[in-house]
């Protein structure tokens, strides 16, 4: 697109190390306004894309433009918030906010009214004087996202903000995040959390050889690829001897966490529970429990990359 000014456009981006391509001929845009979440298995290139938009690494082709800019003058339209809290812990919250604001090239008169608004928008207000070390995890998130927004960037980028913090600051997260895009900041979420992706993103892609292997808004991706069937949930009392995985994969069934806990997609009709579940006893598994399931994007994600996985 011609001046193209959104938060995030990425054409043909191609990266490397030595002679392996991680990214290869990635394609991704953010608009204002948009939480587009970055999904993908370990090692997919998550890392890499996000330092190759932040200007650390450089690639081997292709271009990334935020707001319109390319080189050198779009870093100042980012705003990071990395995955490991990047925090002075010896120094309060206002400080950090404070020496941050200056580093990232602030005026002196500016400042105070910047630090007011990054902590209010982080909801952090109420912590600006207390050090950063007697913090719990939760608040420190925040109060790395209100580092990373000082600047008023248009694009921000988030990776895994919600890891190791409870249910609760994960909410309080969800909620700083929506309210920052609805700002019109575009975010640029990776996470490993699918239904955190599922909960706010707008769109999502998940990461695949080099590419978006899909793209979409999460509840459309779903309807897409499941329409109204459902997954079927046993959970085993134990793990069970090989004969009966073969039996439960010649079912249909694949493994969910662990060794106890299967899951199979239901066909067009609906699925009679009663039926399979005394078929499972009578051929000698121990099952605990069977349920129907809504599929989700875990679901999509599981089976798109077990496709694709290469044959043991
Ligand atoms: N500096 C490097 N030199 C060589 N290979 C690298 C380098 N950094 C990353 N890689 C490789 O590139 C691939 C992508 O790594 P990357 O860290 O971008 O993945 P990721 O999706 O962020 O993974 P995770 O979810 O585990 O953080 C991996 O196979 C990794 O081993």
Redesign the pocket.
């Known amino acids: 697109m011609e001046n193209d000014a959104r938060p995030l456009s990425i054409d043909g981006l191609t990266v490397a ?2 002679a ?1 391509k ?1 990214l290869d001929g990635l394609e991704l845009h953010i608009g204002r306004g948009e939480i587009f979440g970055l999904l ?12 190759t938009i932040c200007g650390r690494l450089k690639p081997a082709d292709g271009l990334v433009r935020v707001s319109g800019q390319t080189g050198r003058d779009r870093l100042r339209h980012i705003g990071l918030a990395p ?1 490991e809290i990047a925090l002075y812990p010896h120094l309060t919250v206002q400080e950090n906010l404070e020496v941050f604001g200056r580093l990232s090239g602030i005026s002196r008169s500016a400042l105070s009214e910047r630090v007011e608004w990054a902590s209010a928008a982080s909801q952090v207000t109420e912590r600006l004087g207390e050090r950063v070390s007697l913090l719990s995890g939760g608040w420190k998130r925040r109060v790395n996202i209100a580092a990373a927004i000082l600047h008023l960037p248009s694009l921000l980028i988030l990776d ?1 903000p919600t890891a190791g913090v409870d249910l609760a600051a994960r909410n309080h997260l969800h909620e700083v995040i929506t309210n920052l895009s609805l700002e019109g900041m575009g975010v640029l979420l ?1 996470t ?1 959390d699918l239904d955190q992706a599922e909960g706010i993103c707008s769109r999502v892609g998940l ?1 695949q050889a080099g590419k978006l292997a899909l793209q979409g808004v999460p509840r459309q991706l779903i309807s897409d690829a499941f329409a109204d069937r459902k997954e079927v949930i046993i959970e085993l009392r134990r793990a069970p001897p090989a004969a009966h995985i073969d039996l439960l994969e010649a079912a249909g069934f694949a493994r969910q966490d662990g060794v106890t806990s299967w899951v199979m997609l239901s066909g067009n009709e609906a699925p009679q529970l009663e039926r399979l579940a005394q078929a499972l006893v009578r051929s000698g598994l121990e099952l605990k429990e069977i349920r129907l399931r809504e599929p989700g994007l875990n679901s999509l994600f599981l089976r798109v990359i077990r496709d694709k996985a290469p044959a043991q």
């Open positions: 190390y030595g392996r991680v993908g298995p370990n090692a997919a290139g998550k890392t890499t894309l996000i330092r995955q895994e990776a490993h990461l």
